[in-house]
């Protein structure tokens, strides 16, 4: 069941999404491959820490974060990957791991990779690692309203 939290939201916001359920999977990209979209257009949510603060920066599954390029676009001192046992916590209602890009849901503020799609559709975890929800990257825009930075460098896959 994918996270009710994030479901009525955009329900109540009348956002048109479609639910996939695929096998279990962990990575973003292997996520991507099955439900057959290109790691480009999966949208993958890594919880980092800026100067001690959670935050969620959301990228395309085929690329790296690159945590040096994020303090200088932020303007962070200190950047660092989040543990598991750090945001665990911060997602109730999600697997850990599985939290969908939507860390306004959560208190925390969303950056967005300047890689990111601007247009069409984005597919990401809906809270767990067997349920993908796909809706139109404005309409991400429109509710998230993530601030766009450099966050990623060089692609782990060109698909």
Not at 4 to 22: A, M, T
Not at 57 to 83: H, Y
Not at 103 to 125: C, D, H, Q, R, W
Request: net charge positive; glycine share 6%.
């Amino acid at each position: 069941m994918p996270c009710k939290r994030l479901q009525k939201y955009l329900d109540e916001n009348s956002v048109k999404f479609e639910l996939c359920r695929h096998s279990r999977a962990f990575t973003s990209q292997e996520i991507a491959s099955r439900i057959h979209t290109k790691g480009r257009m999966f949208a993958k949510t890594v919880i980092l820490t800026l100067d001690g603060l959670p935050a969620m920066v959301v990228l395309p599954a085929s690329e790296l974060v690159d945590l040096e390029s994020v303090r200088k676009s932020v303007g962070a001192k200190r950047v660092f990957l989040a543990t598991e046992t750090e945001f665990r916590d911060m997602f109730p209602d999600c697997e850990v791991g599985a939290m969908p890009p939507f860390g306004n849901l959560y208190g925390m503020e969303v950056y967005v990779a300047e890689v990111f799609p601007k247009s069409g559709t984005i597919s990401f975890n809906a809270g767990t690692h067997s349920e993908v929800m796909k809706m139109s990257v404005e309409d991400f825009v429109r509710l998230v309203k993530p601030v766009r930075i450099k966050l990623a460098w060089q692609p782990l896959f060109t698909g």
